[in-house]
């Protein structure tokens, strides 16, 4: 089966610097690859996806890029407020399949 | 929309009690989910159904049993609770067969002890 290691598990940085998560996944048949943000108490929300068929995806600060090559994806924000502030999973899918597979997580911290 | 609902919010067990996670959602989603989060190791799919009247294993389905009620409820029984079980439990939804949005619930925080 799929398996997506994610790096850093933790990750501070000042305000108004970037970030990046990375991840890799195992199965080459995946080509659904989406991030969710965790926040305290919550559940995971979906803050933005890629399709294999694409390299790069921006949405205002947020962006994911994508290297099937090597098998490895990743997450970049820009301009880091204290908002946030959470956890990001990545995750992988076969396209075939009706399952995702998470990464273990990143604790990311903004300090103001 | 209320979107995804669990209950309870928490739960305290003893070793052999049983219990029963609801999970509803009012999207007319297909699929819904059930997973456990514990600490470094991310979200883990332990049952999913696909559509009304079909269930299938995840990763970690051993110790849990799972109904899918109709299109809208798909609850997680544990037979006999575990210590191993202490855990956060979310439901999550898709609209279609996947893969797709995942929608999650808050989250149910259950202890075994």
């Known amino acids: 089966g799929e398996n997506v290691e994610q790096h850093p598990s933790t990750l501070s940085v000042q305000e108004g610097d970037s970030a990046v998560i990375k991840c890799t996944y195992s199965?080459?048949?995946?080509?659904?690859f989406p991030w969710y943000k965790q926040e305290l108490g919550k559940g995971p929300q979906l803050i933005i996806d890629?399709?294999?068929?694409?390299g790069e995806k921006k949405d205002q600060r947020i962006a994911v890029t994508l290297n099937k090559t090597a098998k490895h994806f990743s997450l970049h924000i820009t301009e880091t407020q204290p908002e946030d502030s959470a956890v990001y999973f990545c995750?992988?899918?076969?396209?075939?399949?009706?399952?995702?597979?998470f990464g273990s997580g990143t604790q990311l911290t903004v300090l103001p | 929309n209320a979107g995804v609902t669990q209950t309870p919010k928490f739960q305290v067990l003893k070793t052999g009690q049983s219990m029963t996670l609801q999970c509803a959602q009012d999207?007319?989603?297909?699929?819904m989910y059930w997973y456990r989060q514990d600490p470094g190791m991310g979200l883990r799919l332990i049952y999913y159904?696909?559509?009304?009247?079909?269930?299938d294993k995840g990763e970690v389905p051993n110790g849990y049993n799972v109904s899918r009620l109709n299109k809208r409820e798909f609850s997680l029984r544990l037979e006999s609770a575990a210590p191993s079980q202490t855990s956060v439990y979310f439901c999550?939804?898709?609209?279609?067969?996947?893969?797709?949005?995942?929608?999650f619930g808050p989250g149910t925080r259950l202890l075994v002890l």
């Open positions: 999550a939804s898709v609209q279609g067969a996947g893969p797709e949005t995942q929608y």
């Open positions: 159904s696909a559509s009304e009247g079909t269930t």
């Open positions: 995750a992988a899918s076969p396209g075939s399949a009706r399952q995702l597979t």
């Open positions: 999207m007319n989603h297909n699929s």
């Open positions: 199965d080459s048949a995946s080509n659904y």
């Open positions: 890629i399709r294999s068929n694409v």
